[in-house]
């Protein structure tokens, strides 16, 4: 008997919570996976989908990545997101922000939220008049800021762990040839970061505009046509926009291109989780784990929920450490003959399965 479908990829989550603001048609959900660590945390995305059920299996899915990114690096969060099915290019009004600040209240501290993609760090700051419950607010507002410049940092700090298990040189990128899948929030500053140490940067966004802003902001690194960007030689593949884009059909484009490294700022970033990271194994190409290496950005959240209120030093040590979790990931993954991804998960599970014995 072939298995029933799971057209919203339920898994054993918490709550799935409907949200509808009838003034304006804007339809939601809220996904709650996982509070075992505490209460779940995750950013609010505005994307166009087709069906109500993408909507609900984008949000199941990345609050269970939430879920294994607070775990494995040790936050006492768990797993949560907020999904509306609208064009981030149209964003929210300020009556749809205090509209979405009620109903984040109405839950009583179960999910905390903050700025993904789509939804900015302005748009925090405006709910937090009306809610204690969002992260990731300016300085100015009692934050630490906007958490995608940590994230970046984060993504710094996977690279050279990635260049440090193979033994090339880490401290300067100079010769080493990356792609950057995407400009916005992450990408920018991470071009910027690469830039600095010399790196050779290939990068595209599919808003054009976006893309010649940045251009113009480092002129040292190239833009490309985004429908290009397997047609270069390169040792860095870096997504860092929506997920999915590492699957069967592009990774033997991957491939092709020499490329030896895959270090996502995008969260689920394989098409099939299992099946794409064992055929990366068998190609070669050494993938540092999503949720992994873009931790900076829920570290810099959890450290405005510090008891004394944001620690910069607390999440900048704490991202820092992204480098040496990598190491032992690809470690054990040689020793073993499992896909990092699987060693991953095995150290996301663990630190759950303690918090549910406990």
């Not at 100079?174 to 790196?199: D, M, R, S, T, Y």
């Not at 690809?330 to 014995?357: P, Q």
């Amino acid at each position: 008997m072939a298995k029933a479908k799971n057209p919203t990829h339920f898994d054993n989550h918490e709550a799935v919570i409907d949200l509808y603001y009838p003034p304006t048609n804007l339809p939601g959900v809220i996904s709650i996976h996982n509070s075992l660590r505490g209460p779940a945390t995750g950013g609010t995305r505005l994307w166009k989908y087709r069906t109500k059920n993408s909507v609900i299996a984008d949000a199941n899915d990345l609050a269970r990545t939430m879920t294994y990114k607070c775990a494995i690096h040790e936050l006492d969060h768990g797993g949560g997101k907020t999904v509306f099915n609208r064009d981030p290019k149209i964003g929210l009004t300020p009556e749809e922000l205090q509209w979405y600040a009620e109903e984040i209240n109405k839950l009583e501290g179960r999910f905390w939220t903050g700025e993904d993609i789509g939804f900015t760090v302005d748009y925090v700051n405006q709910m937090s008049r009306y809610t204690k419950y969002v992260t990731g607010k300016s300085k100015e507002f009692g934050g630490g800021g906007d958490p995608s410049l940590r994230t970046a940092e984060g993504l710094m700090h996977a690279i050279h762990a990635c260049l440090t298990y193979k033994n090339l040189s880490h401290y300067d990128l100079f010769a080493h040839w990356f792609v950057v899948q995407g400009a916005g929030k992450v990408g920018f500053p991470l071009i910027k970061k690469l830039i600095e140490q010399n790196a050779m940067v290939f990068f595209c966004d599919t808003d054009k505009e976006r893309a010649a802003f940045v251009q113009q902001a480092c002129p040292e690194a190239t833009a490309i046509d985004p429908s290009s960007i397997f047609e270069y030689e390169i040792d860095f593949f870096v997504p860092c926009g929506k997920g999915g884009t590492v699957n069967r059909e592009t990774i033997p484009r991957i491939a092709k291109t020499g490329c030896q490294f895959i270090v996502p700022s995008a969260n689920n970033v394989l098409g099939n989780s299992a099946k794409d990271a064992r055929m990366l194994q068998r190609f070669n190409i050494l993938l540092a784990p999503d949720y992994v290496v873009n931790g900076g950005g829920i570290i810099n959240i959890a450290s405005e929920m510090l008891p004394g209120g944001y620690n910069d030093l607390w999440a900048k040590e704490k991202t820092q450490n992204i480098f040496n979790l990598l190491l032992c990931i690809f470690a054990e993954a040689e020793k073993s003959g499992m896909t990092t991804v699987e060693v991953a998960d095995n150290i996301a599970r663990s630190h759950l399965l303690r918090n549910k014995i406990a």
